[in-house]
């Protein structure tokens, strides 16, 4: 019997705070009759607790960079912790032909500046061409400077016309202030990328990493970095350690992390490691709230978020404590930002 009671007592509080969480729709294509979809979201809160959520605006259809030939990145803002927003606000807008897309951002806590980089391509005259583009923000997103091209730092020599994007979401600033991100090279592996000197300069650490697709990458309490990869036909998330700031991996099945072949979050809070994907084997659903109380050796399903059609997310912490989602909602048809409780993190 009290077996019994404590399984409902699990399954009420489950039940009562799924229910009650608020789902923000922040870009759908009703808000704008031109726009055929909003995808690819990314999540940051800024040194001030602004939170910034940037999104794809694709035009001509809802296909990928490659694809399609008018994409734009646009943003909205909020200074109450998700509860109100601001209008959209298109801050990369290339001529038609041109497109840019999958957005990603770090926060740099000791300049105060945020960066936000995106895959850009010429589809008129560089067809399947990959660039890696760089803009950044002095005043937590109010404004933002002209795109700065970074390709030939982050890519080796050869790899021109692979197929390669920088993953989409957020990278991280380690604790000795270096910034560090992941990017993805389909017929070479996955590669951590970075800056020592506050966005001045960018490298490429040439260790790849397998198996591998868009990837997060966080720095362990011990320091260490930690890499958690989309593996696609595989069911399962894979990870890989470094005790030596890339040089050398350690590669392992996530064997409780379900995952369809989809992007995903991880972050880091407090002495826990956070991780938001489709937890589902086969289907881009289920998005759920994962923790590791072990730097990323294991991991508990804490809770679903939402159980229908969910794929990428991306995930932050708020000024009060609680967690951010903005992830792709219904079947892309909206992306939505929903607040977490900080009480969820320390259930079960």
Sequence with gaps: MRILIKYILIFTSFSFYSQNLEFIDLFNNSMNSEVFCYR????????????????????????????????????????????????????????????????????????NEIFLFFNYMDLDNAKDIYRFMVIKSSDNGENWSKPVEITNNIIKKGWEKDFMFITSGRGIQTKDGTLLHCLVNLNKGTHVFGSKDHGKSWFLIDTPLNPGDESKIIELSNG?????????????????????????????????????????????????????????????????????????????????????????????????????????????????????????LTKN
């Design 40 to 111: 690819i979201p990314s999540l940051v809160t800024t040194t001030n607790g602004t939170l910034i959520a940037a999104i794809d605006e694709r035009n001509n259809s809802c296909g990928d960079l490659k694809w399609n030939r008018d994409i734009n990145i646009v943003v909205r803002k909020s200074f109450d912790d998700g509860k109100t927003w601001t209008k959209i606000e298109k801050i990369v807008d290339y001529p038609l032909g041109r497109s840019a897309s999958d957005p990603s951002m770090i926060v740099d806590k000791k300049t």
């Design 224 to 344: 260490n970095w930690l890499v958690n990869s989309r593996v696609n036909s595989n069911n399962s998330r894979y990870s890989h350690i470094s005790k030596d700031n890339g040089q050398t991996w350690a590669t392992y099945k996530n064997k409780d992390l379900q995952d369809p072949g989809c992007n995903a979050s991880l972050v880091k809070y407090d002495e826990l490691l956070l991780f938001t994907n489709a937890f589902d084997s086969k289907y881009r659903k289920n998005l759920s709230l994962s923790i590791s109380k072990d730097q990323g050796r294991t991991w508990a399903k804490n809770q679903t978020i939402y159980k229908g059609e969910s794929a990428y997310s991306s995930m932050t912490k708020l000024k009060n404590g609680d967690i951010g989602v903005f992830f792709e909602k219904d079947n892309y048809t909206k992306n939505v930002f929903v607040r977490i409780p900080k009480t969820w």
